[in-house]
């Protein structure tokens, strides 16, 4: 991977995207964030990407923002102080992800949301006039250490290779990403939102991915010896 000196005072907000209509929603919401003085924001749309980690790879080496925000072109931040909570999250150099929704211990599936401590919030808008406000517990502080988090929203301060050569389609990259994470010494949090949520998601209702047992078998063979399931 080419190597860059990475800049501190620039935030990347960067979309998979294969629809205009959701990708204009997202980025009208990003538009509107507050950037601290000082600081730029800039927007990459990935198209085509053959896969989820090869858009964000594509993307994340096209930028040198020191920090990057990877979310799907369906979540809109409605926390217009976003950048500011995430710059003072990061003050601490040893947290390497922040994410909105995730788990404490990943379980034996693998799967974040099978966990038995999750934490986060994320207002859903699945259907026309049906919102729910998906509460999990709140950190004590300001925010809480947690295994892996939900690829809706994921924030980084350092830049790792997404697992290209692993998770060729859509699944389990978000919490690939988490483990890679892990295994280099960086922490992953989840913030408090219990003033209010960061995100609303409008992920359309449909049944799982088959493919998703693909990529879950891909997963458990390569980190499950590292999963320490809460029972």
Known sequence: MKKQSLDAKKIAFITCVNSD????ECRLYLEH???PAGMT????????????????NRAMKSSDAKYKIYLHQDTFVVNKNLVADLLKIFADESIGVVGVIG??????TGVWWDGMRTYGRVLHACEPESVVDSECNEPDGDYQEV?????????????LPWREDLFDGWHLYDTSLCKEMGRAGYKVVVPN??????CIHCPKEKPLDPKYRRYQKIFLREYGAELNPEV
Do not use: H
């Open 21 to 24: 209509w959701w990708y204009s």
């Open 41 to 56: 924001a800039e927007f990459i749309d990935v198209r085509d990407a053959a896969s989820m980690t090869a858009g964000y």
């Open 193 to 198: 939102q219990s003033k209010d949520f960061w």
């Open 103 to 108: 788990c404490v211990n990943l379980p034996e």
């Open 147 to 159: 295994e892996s988090v939900d690829g809706l929203f994921l924030a980084t301060q350092y830049d």
């Open 33 to 35: 964030l507050k950037i």
